[in-house]
Nanobody, 117 residues
């Protein structure tokens, strides 16, 4: 079993920054996390990928990130971060943490990011 808990969301003005964190708690040695990442879902829209960090290799970013967001991962702490800079109103959404395992993908409860113009 894998549990993910996000934090760091909030209300910020356009042009501002936020840092999201996600801590993974793993019970059972068979649940080994490979990739971790961030997705978001805006009202009335489908959930979409923001950034995905594989176990090895480069991080994949969505095109809309345009160098504004930076995802990072601390494997020793089972934690993934998302630094959000130069935010605009289009970034308003619930941001979800995701962890991939051999047995399937797990999701956090989400953290709200609201950008005021």
């Amino acid at each position: 079993q894998v549990q993910l808990v996000e934090s760091g969301g909030g209300l910020v003005q356009a042009g501002g920054s936020l840092r999201l964190s996600c801590v993974a708690s793993v019970s059972g040695s068979i649940f080994r996390i490979s990739a971790m990442g961030w997705y978001r879902q805006a009202p009335g829209k489908q959930r979409e990928l923001v950034a995905r960090i594989p176990a090895t290799g480069q991080t994949n970013y969505a095109d809309f990130v345009k160098g504004r967001f930076t995802a990072s991962r601390d494997n020793a702490k089972n934690t993934v971060y998302l630094q959000l800079d130069s935010l605009d109103s289009e970034d308003t959404a619930v941001y979800y943490c995701n962890a991939e395992t051999y047995f399937g993908a797990y999701w956090g409860q989400g953290t709200q990011v609201t950008v005021s113009s």
